[in-house]
């Protein structure tokens, strides 16, 4: 069974940094790209950023280019996001979704249950 | 950016009624389309993948259609279990954008 399951997120001042972890288990981690999808407090889905089975390929929502880096550790099965200068309007639950393919051109095909992230003073 | 565009906002169906949902992208994404079901307090769920293939458990009820730019998603006859929200998403360029959901609710 496949599962995804994030941490590190928390309140957190405006301007400052955050990292989030995805651990997966129950499929070859290294086969598929991974992605992360955030949700504001009573909003839609937003895609923020997608990264390749090899990290060949990254990409990123115009919204946190710049700011916000994605990463993989495939010997640790892990998927990380460095979110930097962190904004009132990154508030929200931020998953963990597993590609369907190994390019990031597929659909999410699993998802963790989310960690909250919270920026506020 | 491809927007994706979902149609109407909320829905107001009766149990044993047929609902249908509608979906637009603002250019070509051929079939590389998505539906997923969210509950309040879940994570969203795929229902639909290639724009009309089920996804592994889905029932039958479920069914998509379209390609390029037009989409639907039609729920045959709507179970307790399916008053949730249904969001698109597009998966043709490498960033998977959303269209803002849809709410089917109990009328």
């Known amino acids: 069974e496949v599962q995804l399951v994030e941490s590190g997120g928390g309140l957190v001042q405006p301007g400052r940094s955050l990292r989030l972890s995805c651990a997966a288990s129950g499929f070859t981690f290294d086969d598929y790209a991974m992605h992360w999808v955030r949700q504001a407090p009573g909003k839609g889905l937003e895609w923020v950023s997608g990264?390749?089975?090899?990290?060949?390929?990254?990409g990123y929502a115009d919204s946190v280019k710049g700011r916000f880096t994605i990463s993989r550790d495939n010997a640790k099965n892990s998927l990380y996001l460095q979110m930097n200068s962190l904004r009132a309007e990154d508030t929200a639950l931020y998953y963990c979704a597993k590609d369907s393919n190994s390019n990031r051109d597929g659909y999410n095909s699993a998802w963790g249950q989310g960690t909250m992230v919270t920026v506020s003073s | 950016e491809i927007v994706m565009t979902q149609s109407p906002a909320t829905l107001s169906v009766s149990p044993g009624e047929r609902a249908t949902l509608s979906c637009r992208a603002s250019?070509?994404?051929?079939?590389?389309l998505a539906w997923y079901q969210q509950k309040p307090g879940q994570a969203p769920r795929l229902l639909i993948y290639g724009a009309s293939t089920r996804a592994t458990g889905i029932p039958a009820r479920f069914s998509g259609s379209g390609s390029g730019t037009e989409f639907t998603l039609t729920i045959s006859s709507l179970q307790s279990e399916d008053f949730a929200v249904y969001y698109c998403?597009?998966?043709?360029?490498?960033?998977?954008?959303f269209g803002q959901g849809t709410k089917v609710e109990i009328k």
């Open positions: 990264i390749s089975w090899n990290s060949g390929s990254i």
């Open positions: 998403q597009q998966y043709n360029n490498g960033q998977g954008t």
């Open positions: 250019q070509s994404v051929s079939s590389n």
